[in-house]
């Protein structure tokens, strides 16, 4: 009897240890599935990649800061158009100030993720230091790069719960505009910048894509014919009353030379005798990302609505 018990215990010892064994093995080796959970794969316009499905330390190298910004995304490194927006001053004040050119100083901040335009310099350098993912600008419209940054975030349905409200209040408030001011009414959006001014068409930032694309605001004729296609056109001093519309949005740089706005061609312009010319902070109207957006709808609301 005692010969018989003692393989049979064996053979439980031995089996006992086996399963312990397997245990112990899967739990340092986690299993593919567990892996994959890790990173997710963004279709990007240069095809497939692998990125974070939860980035915690993103590096904007262009116009994308407030995109990021807009679904509570941790950033660590900004271009410098978006550390000099006033608007993002507070958010932005322990975020590092970077270029596609100091690669060091991005590789100091450890990014899990880059994003960039597709003119970025040193893009294959940037992908050794994290996953690197580009976008050619006004490629697509501006609600979708919204949707699309979603996507790369893993945050697409935040990004399309927003977009589905924002065209809600933004074309409500053109409707609510345009029965105030008279449909026929034109307006433009002219900026200062150094010694040149410009005028932009329907989708270079500047609130145009709310003006003209979601309110169906009116451009004068002239704007229509140059800018439009390109999306912005340099133009003169003497020439600007062609281009300016019955109101007129001037996205004014502070550090820019604004002796223009002293000429009598500038004060004779029926928007500025009619004081229907709105002054705005060019550095803060620059982009159209969800905060901008929000900021510049609010803008229009209240001046020409006068809410």
């Given amino acids: 009897m005692k010969k018989l018990l003692v ?19 899967q739990e340092s080796n986690p299993t593919k599935a567990e892996n994959k959970a890790t990173t997710i794969t963004y279709q990007s316009e240069n095809g497939p990649i692998d990125v974070p499905s939860n980035p915690q330390r993103v ?11 807009a679904l509570n995304v941790k950033l660590v490194g900004v271009d410098s158009w978006s550390k000099m927006n006033p608007r993002f001053e507070k958010a932005l004040k322990d975020v590092q100030e970077v270029s596609d050119e100091s690669l060091e100083k991005i590789i100091e901040l450890k ?4 994003i960039g335009l597709s003119d970025t310099k040193n893009i294959d350098k940037l992908k050794q230091i994290a996953p690197t993912v580009t976008y050619t600008y006004a490629k697509v419209d501006y609600l979708t790069q919204q949707l699309e940054i979603g996507k790369l975030l893993n945050k697409e349905k935040e990004a399309k719960t927003w977009i589905d409200d924002f065209k809600k209040r933004a074309q ?12 026929d009414k034109t307006i433009s959006v002219i900026e200062s910048s150094d010694k040149q001014l410009y005028v932009f068409g329907n989708n270079w930032g500047r609130g145009t894509e709310i003006l003209y694309q979601e309110m169906k605001l009116e451009m004068p004729k002239k704007v229509k014919e140059m800018a439009l296609k390109d999306g912005f056109y340099a133009l003169s001093l003497e020439v600007l009353p062609q281009y300016a519309g019955d109101y ?9 030379d604004n002796s223009f706005q002293q000429t ?7 928007a500025v ?6 002054e705005v902070n060019a550095k803060e109207f620059y982009f159209n990302d969800p905060l901008t957006l929000d900021y510049q709808l609010e803008y229009f609301i209240k001046n020409l609505l006068g809410k």
């Fill in 7 to 25: 393989p049979f215990l064996l053979l439980i010892v031995l089996t006992i240890s086996a399963c312990n064994s397997a245990t112990t093995k």
């Fill in 248 to 256: 007129v949005i001037l996205s004014k740089n502070p550090d820019a």
């Fill in 264 to 270: 009598d061609t500038y004060k004779n312009m029926p």
């Fill in 172 to 183: 409500k408030a053109g409707e609510d505009i345009k029965a105030k001011i008279g449909a």
């Fill in 111 to 114: 990014p899990d993720l880059i």
């Fill in 273 to 278: 005798k009619n004081k229907q010319l709105f």
């Fill in 59 to 69: 590096v904007v190298l262009s116009s994308f800061t407030g995109n990021v910004m």
